[in-house]
């Protein structure tokens, strides 16, 4: 379980790391997106995956540590807000530049 959760957090790390080092606006968000998935996999993965343990801490023997799950919900709020503020830039963007290139103009 261990190998399949780390080989998932490598492959959208590096996809999200090369879509970001594109020249157009749209890879660069959909990698911002993938890089905020892998981060929020990463924080869940921090607090030790227990299935059928309760969160709340005194209720039985053992329990699922709620940090992570805190931290993961915050961060799904931050990313969200991040992805729509980044897009209605992108937007912007493309309607006074006419073009979606990351620099503005178009290489040759």
Request: aromatic content about 8%.
């Amino acid at each position: 379980m261990e190998a399949l959760f780390a080989a998932t957090l490598g492959i959208l790390t590096a996809s999200g790391v090369y879509l970001l080092l594109r020249a157009r606006t749209f890879p660069v968000v959909m990698g911002l997106i993938l890089l905020s998935y892998a981060v929020n996999l990463f924080l869940f993965a921090m607090g030790r995956l227990k299935t059928g343990m309760p969160a709340v801490i005194g209720r039985s023997a053992e329990y699922a540590d709620p940090l992570p799950q805190a931290l993961v919900l915050t961060a799904i709020v931050i990313g969200f807000a991040m992805t729509a503020f980044i897009l209605v830039l992108a937007l912007r963007g493309l309607g006074e530049l006419k073009t979606d290139h990351v620099d503005g103009k178009e290489p040759r």
